[in-house]
C-alpha cells in the first residue's frame, strides 16, 4: 500500500504541467465577447468569472453559461476561439512564457539566440526581445522587438544560421 502511495505522490509531482493554469492574456472573439485570463488560474467572459478545466498543460476551456473558450498555449503564442464553431479569437494582450525546453512556437533556443544577436547588430541597439517564433521545415521564422517601443525585425534562422533579418516597420509612415 506505501509503494502505491508513493508512486501516486512521484506521478504528481512529476507532472506538475497538469496543475499549469492559463497564462495572462486578454483577448476579443468574433461574437464580440472579451475574454481574460489573471495568469493566476481566473479567467473571465465579459467581466463575469468563468469555469475553467484543464484540457493538459498547455489548453483550457473556459465555461460561462452556453459560451465555452478552448484556450491553448505554445511557448509565449496564445490562442483562444469559441467553441464549438471554431471562431477564432484575436488574442490583444499576452504574458506567456516560452516552454519549459525553451522554445517558442516549436524554434529552439539557439536560432532565437541567433536572431537576437543578428539584429542586434543590424540596428546596432542591444535592447532586443524576442516577441514570436515560428517553426518551418525550410527556415524557423523569429519576430523581434527593437528598443522601448519594440520595433519589429524579423529573421530566417535554421540550426542558429540567420539567412535572412529584415525591419517589419514600414518606413513609408515614419
Do not use: Y
Not at 13 to 29: H, Y
Not at 134 to 153: C, H, L, Q, R, Y
Amino acid at each position: 500500500m506505501k509503494r502505491i502511495a508513493l508512486a501516486v505522490a512521484i506521478a504528481l509531482l512529476a507532472t506538475p504541467a497538469l496543475a499549469a493554469t492559463p497564462p495572462k492574456f486578454a483577448a476579443s472573439c468574433p461574437s464580440g465577447s472579451e475574454v481574460t485570463s489573471d495568469g493566476r488560474g481566473t479567467v473571465e467572459i465579459d467581466g463575469s468569472k468563468a469555469a475553467l478545466k484543464t484540457m493538459s498543460g498547455t489548453a483550457w476551456q473556459a465555461h460561462l453559461g452556453a459560451m465555452t473558450i478552448d484556450i491553448g498555449r505554445d511557448g509565449a503564442q496564445v490562442f483562444a476561439s469559441e467553441a464549438p464553431k471554431g471562431d477564432i479569437c484575436k488574442v490583444t494582450s499576452s504574458s506567456a512564457a516560452p516552454n519549459a525546453d525553451d522554445s517558442i512556437g516549436g524554434v529552439p533556443r539557439a536560432d532565437q539566440k541567433a536572431c537576437l544577436k543578428a539584429v542586434k547588430h543590424k540596428t546596432n541597439n542591444k535592447v532586443v526581445t524576442v516577441l514570436d517564433a515560428t517553426s518551418s521545415e525550410a527556415n524557423n521564422m523569429v519576430t523581434i522587438g527593437v528598443g522601448p517601443d519594440k520595433a519589429k525585425w524579423q529573421c530566417l534562422v535554421k540550426n542558429g544560421s540567420v539567412s535572412k533579418v529584415m525591419s517589419l516597420t514600414d518606413e513609408g509612415a515614419l
